[in-house]
Every structure is written in structure tokens, then in C-alpha cells.
Nanobody
Framework: QVQLVESGGGLVQAGGSLRLSCAAS????????MGWFRQAPGKERDFVAR????????YYADSVKGRFTISKDNAKNTMYLQMNSLKPEDTAVYYC??????????????????WGQGTQVTVSS
């Protein structure tokens, strides 16, 4: 099955930047719309951004719009999340995800089937 592995998390000061990566194996990123989610302590897992199979269409949660950029390099089978102007409220475990059916667009969290293990992002004030 599709395997997803996140990396790039860490500790950063408010206003700083991080770039997260999501490497896929046993599957091709070019076949899937993919998304980033995050889960802070005591909160539900929330949608952050998604990108179409080809990478031409993106959508962001209002809370990150203008600060985060989702992208993918299908040749490298990798998706990215560039996070700028980070705020303490961005602190969370970040997960990448993909739906079970290739080329089917996921619109809710229940449409995602494959998940990475998560990478911790901590933003200090």
C-alpha cells in the first residue's frame, strides 16, 4: 500500500520558517490529490492544505492562507509544505495524507485513507 513519511519538523521562533516534506513510496504522488493536516494537544486533527495530483490546484485553510505554501515534486514523489511567518498557534504534529482511490479528490478528512506518522512542529513566542 501507499506509504507516507513526513520530515522537516522542529523548533522555531515565532516569525520563522520551516519546510516539511512528505515522501511517498509504494505509490505515486502524481496519481493523488494529497493533503496536510495538523493536530495540536487536546484538539482535533484539522485540515491545513491540499494539492491536486498534478500540482496545479491548491486549497488552504483560512488560518494558514498567505503564510503556508503547499507544493509537490512528482518526479521525486514528494510533497512539501513551506511554512512562513510561523505563530505559536501553529504548534502541532503535522501529518500528510492521501485518499485510497487514485485521482479521486478528497474533500473531508474521512476521504483520506493513507497517513504518515507525523512530524512535530513547535513555535516558540
Amino acid at each position: 500500500q501507499v506509504q507516507l513519511v513526513e520530515s522537516g519538523g522542529g523548533l522555531v521562533q515565532a516569525g520563522g520558517s520551516l519546510r516539511l516534506s512528505c515522501a511517498a513510496s509504494a505509490g505515486s504522488t502524481s496519481s493523488y490529490t494529497m493533503g496536510w493536516f495538523r493536530q495540536a494537544p487536546g484538539k482535533e486533527r484539522d485540515f491545513v492544505a491540499r494539492i491536486s495530483a498534478g500540482g496545479g490546484i491548491t486549497y488552504y485553510a483560512d488560518s494558514v492562507k498567505g503564510r503556508f505554501t503547499i507544493s509537490k515534486d512528482n518526479a521525486k514523489n514528494t510533497m512539501y509544505l513551506q511554512m512562513n511567518s510561523l505563530k505559536p498557534e501553529d504548534t502541532a504534529v503535522y501529518y500528510c495524507a492521501a485518499p485510497r482511490i487514485p485521482l479521486k479528490v478528497p474533500f473531508t478528512i474521512t476521504d483520506y485513507y493513507y497517513w504518515g506518522q507525523g512530524t512535530q512542529v513547535t513555535v516558540s513566542s
